[in-house]
C-alpha cells in the first residue's frame, strides 16, 4: 500500500529547500502576509527599535483594520493612526476601516489561493484552509521576520484526516458539527497536525460554509485545516495523490446529531440545544470571522423576517466585509434586520474580541455566534458567551431564550 502524501507536505515542499518530514523544521518561501490592527503597532515598534525601515516584497503585505472599526477611546484610536502611518512608510496595501475582517478579505481579495504559504499576524488565518491554503496565525515577532526576509519557519505537522459521514438533523449547520467534534473529542487529537477534512459531508459543503469550518482550526489546537476544494475549483497541484492514510483518519458519525451549543466557558463544553432549551438571554451577536458571512447573514433575516427581536434581548449582525454588507444590502436583508429590531454594525470583527463595543454587560447571557467563548472574550469577565449557529442565534433572538428543536424549525 502506498504511503499517503498529506497536503501540507507537499505545500512546504514546493516552498522549500529542505527535506519536508513530519517533525522537521524547515525554512519556508512565503506568498502573502497580512496584519491586522490589534498588534499592528508592536509590529511598528519593534520596527522602529531595530532601525528597520523597508521590507523585502511589499506588493505582498496588506495591512487589515478590523478589531477596532469604531475606536471606543483615543489610546485605540491612537494606535490605529500609528499603525495606519507605519503602513505607509512600508508602502503595503491597506485596508479600511469598514472593508472587513482580514480572514474574509482574505478570501475575497484570493489571497488565498490552493497551494500558497500565507501567514497572519491573528490566530484565525487558519480560514484560508477552506481554499486549500497552508495559512498560518503567527505572534509579531515572525510576522516581521517574514515581511523582511520574505520567509519564515515551522515544524511540519504530522497529518490527522477527518472523515465525517452519516446524515445529521436537517437544522444542524457547520457550526454544530465543529462543535460536536470539540465536544466529544476536544484537542489532543489535533494539536499540532495538519486537520484534512474529508468525506461526504465536508465536499458538499458550501464556500461559506466550508470557511466556517476551517476557521475553527485553531480552536481544535491544529496546526493548519485543509477543505476539500468546491466542485469546480480543482486543482492539479492539490489533487489527492494517495488514499488516506487508515491508520492515521479520525471517523466522525453524525448521523441524527441535533444542533448544539457551546456553554461557558470553552468551546468544547458543549451540550445539545434540548438541554438548555427554555434558558433565557440578553444579548444575541451573528457575526465574526467564523459566522459572519452572506449565507449566515441571509439565514438570519429568514427567521427574523416580519417578527421582532425580543424586548428584553439586545441584538447586533456584523457582516464580515462591506461586500457581504452590500450583497445583504442590495438582497434586503439588513432592511429585514433592522425593522426586526437588530443593531447592524459597520463591516469588521464587532464585539467578538471586546476591543470595541457592545460589550455585554455584567451577568449578560450572551449568545454569539463567534469561534471561542473564553472568559472575558467580548470584553467583560462578568457576562457568559455560549456559542451556536446563526440560524440558532436568530431563533432564540426572537424567543428571548434557547428555543427548543420542534420551535427552531418554526
Known amino acids: 500500500m502506498s504511503t499517503p502524501e498529506p497536503l501540507v507536505e507537499r505545500i512546504i515542499d514546493q516552498h522549500s529547500d529542505d527535506a519536508v518530514t513530519p517533525g522537521?523544521?524547515?525554512s519556508v518561501r512565503v506568498d502573502r502576509i497580512y496584519?491586522?490592527?490589534?498588534?499592528?503597532?508592536?509590529?511598528?515598534?519593534?520596527f522602529h527599535k531595530h532601525g528597520i525601515s523597508s521590507i523585502r516584497e511589499p506588493e505582498k503585505v496588506a495591512f487589515v483594520f478590523d478589531h477596532s472599526v469604531l475606536a471606543p477611546n483615543a489610546a485605540i484610536a491612537d494606535r490605529m493612526k500609528e499603525a495606519a502611518g507605519f503602513a505607509k512608510e512600508l508602502g503595503v496595501q491597506v485596508m479600511r476601516r469598514g472593508d472587513g475582517i482580514s480572514h474574509v478579505?482574505?478570501?475575497?481579495?484570493?489571497?488565498?489561493?490552493p497551494g500558497t504559504i500565507v501567514l497572519g499576524s491573528d490566530s484565525h488565518t487558519c480560514a484560508g484552509g477552506a481554499n486549500q491554503s497552508l495559512a498560518l496565525g503567527m505572534g509579531v515577532t515572525d510576522i516581521a521576520a517574514a515581511m523582511i526576509s520574505g520567509e519564515t519557519w515551522l515544524k511540519v505537522p504530522e497529518t490527522v484526516w477527518l472523515n465525517v459521514v452519516g446524515t445529521p438533523h436537517p437544522l444542524v449547520r457547520p457550526k454544530d458539527v465543529v462543535l460536536h467534534i470539540l465536544g466529544t473529542l476536544g484537542q489532543a487529537p489535533f494539536l499540532y497536525k495538519s486537520v484534512e477534512w474529508i468525506g461526504p459531508w465536508a465536499a458538499a459543503l458550501t464556500e461559506?460554509?466550508?470557511?466556517s469550518v476551517a476557521s475553527m482550526g485553531v480552536e481544535m489546537g491544529a496546526k493548519c485545516v485543509f477543505l476539500p476544494p468546491r466542485r469546480g475549483r480543482s486543482s492539479s497541484v492539490l489533487s489527492p495523490v494517495f488514499a488516506p492514510d487508515e491508520a492515521n483518519t479520525i471517523t466522525v458519525d453524525i448521523t441524527g446529531l441535533d444542533p448544539v451549543v457551546a456553554l461557558p466557558h470553552s468551546p468544547?463544553?458543549?451540550?445539545?440545544?434540548?438541554?438548555?432549551?427554555?434558558?433565557?438571554?440578553?444579548?444575541?451577536?451573528?457575526?465574526?470571522?467564523?459566522?459572519?458571512?452572506?449565507?449566515?447573514?441571509?439565514?438570519?433575516?429568514?427567521?427574523?423576517?416580519g417578527k421582532a427581536v425580543h424586548p428584553d434581548v439586545h441584538m447586533?449582525?456584523?457582516?464580515?466585509?462591506?461586500?457581504?454588507?452590500?450583497?445583504?444590502l442590495r438582497l434586503g436583508l439588513i432592511g429585514i434586520l433592522t425593522r426586526a429590531g437588530a443593531l447592524v454594525t459597520p463591516a469588521g470583527c464587532g464585539p467578538c474580541v471586546g476591543a470595541q463595543?457592545?460589550?455585554?454587560?455584567?451577568?449578560?447571557?450572551?449568545?454569539?455566534?463567534?469561534?471561542?467563548?473564553?472568559?472575558?472574550?467580548?470584553?467583560?469577565?462578568?457576562?457568559?458567551?455560549?456559542?451556536?449557529?446563526?440560524?440558532?442565534?436568530?431563533?432564540?433572538?426572537?424567543?428571548?431564550?434557547?428555543?427548543?428543536?420542534?420551535?427552531?424549525k418554526a
Open 24 to 26: 522537521a523544521l524547515v
Open 35 to 46: 496584519v491586522q490592527d490589534g498588534n499592528s503597532p508592536t509590529l511598528a515598534r519593534l
Open 105 to 113: 478579505i482574505a478570501q475575497e481579495e484570493g489571497w488565498f489561493q
Open 208 to 211: 461559506d460554509g466550508a470557511a
Open 268 to 305: 468544547s463544553q458543549v451540550a445539545s440545544l434540548s438541554d438548555v432549551a427554555g434558558l433565557s438571554l440578553d444579548y444575541v451577536f451573528i457575526g465574526s470571522c467564523t459566522n459572519s458571512r452572506l449565507e449566515d447573514i441571509e439565514e438570519a433575516a429568514r427567521m427574523l423576517d
Open 316 to 328: 447586533v449582525v456584523t457582516p464580515g466585509s462591506q461586500r457581504i454588507m452590500e450583497d445583504a
Open 357 to 408: 463595543g457592545p460589550v455585554p454587560a455584567s451577568g449578560d447571557r450572551v449568545l454569539s455566534t463567534m469561534n471561542r467563548n473564553f472568559k472575558g472574550r467580548m470584553g467583560n469577565g462578568q457576562a457568559e458567551i455560549f456559542l451556536s449557529s446563526p440560524l440558532v442565534a436568530a431563533s432564540s433572538a426572537l424567543l428571548g431564550r434557547f428555543p427548543s428543536i420542534e420551535e427552531l
